[in-house]
């Protein structure tokens, strides 16, 4: 019971969280092949054109984010596949740096576990991630979803293959319900200032920053 009543009102708290207006996909021209592709998914409340990334970016994505529940988060998954398969297809050995925030790292967090087996050459980055689960001997699991978010937002589970995935959350309650709701909203806003610019982040990243403490995946 108290997992059903957390699960509900997280799902009212991240409705209160976007800070953007909602807007569909909009078509945009392929990227070049030159480089790194970086195409970055908004939280709650984004758009494909104001979801708070900033650097070196070819690529937002585009998806209902006004209700977050497992419909929006697949709905993303699925303009995020189509997006980076497109470009795959157009660039075969480009590498794809992959980056979500909140919503959008869920959203980040299961295209990975879906198709790690079929998608190399590619590195994603996770910030304030609610699937994200612990390592072993470490502190702080994500809020535990019910049936009521619904998958794939609803869990939590590290299953990324051989991608490299860097996973950050700083005393966060959106990816650390030991964090404590009293974090809420101020510390899921205000508490990933670099982390923002896909600059800061490398292609091959594979590591955990857990409230400013390193370790290795």
Same mark, same amino acid.
């Given at each position: 019971m108290r997992k059903r009543k957390t699960s /509900?009102?997280? %799902? +009212?708290?991240?409705?209160?969280?976007?800070?953007?207006a909602m807007e569909g996909p909009?078509?945009?021209?392929?990227?070049?092949?030159?480089?790194?592709?970086t195409i970055v998914v908004g939280g709650t409340g984004s758009s494909w054109n104001n979801d708070g990334f900033?650097?070196?970016i070819q690529q937002h994505v585009g998806y209902p984010t006004t209700i977050p529940n497992g419909a929006s988060a697949r709905a993303g998954?699925?303009?995020?596949?189509?997006?980076?398969?497109?470009?795959?297809?157009?660039?075969?050995?480009?590498? /794809?740096?992959? %980056? +979500?925030y909140s919503l959008g790292a869920a959203v980040v967090h299961t295209w990975v576990t879906e198709n790690w087996q079929t998608f190399d050459n590619v590195n994603a980055v996770l910030i304030a991630d609610p699937k994200r689960k612990a390592p072993p001997g470490a502190d702080?699991?994500?809020?535990?979803?019910g049936g009521i978010i619904g998958a794939p937002?609803?869990?939590?589970?590290?299953?990324f293959g051989n991608v490299p995935v860097k996973s950050i959350c700083n005393w966060d309650y959106v990816c650390d319900e030991s964090a404590g709701i009293g974090t809420y909203p101020h510390n899921h806003m205000n508490n990933y200032p670099e982390d923002w610019n896909?600059?800061?982040?490398?292609?091959?990243a594979h590591e955990q920053w857990f409230?400013?403490?390193w370790s290795p995946w």
């Open positions: /509900a009102l997280f %799902a +009212g708290l991240l409705m209160t969280a976007g800070l953007f909009v078509a945009q021209a392929a990227a070049p092949c030159e480089g790194t592709y900033v650097g070196n998954v699925n303009e995020l596949n189509r997006l980076i398969r497109d470009q795959r297809n157009a660039c075969p050995g480009q590498h /794809a740096k992959v %980056a +979500g702080g699991g994500s809020v535990p979803f937002l609803a869990g939590a589970d590290r299953f896909v600059d800061h982040h490398n292609d091959n409230n400013g403490v």
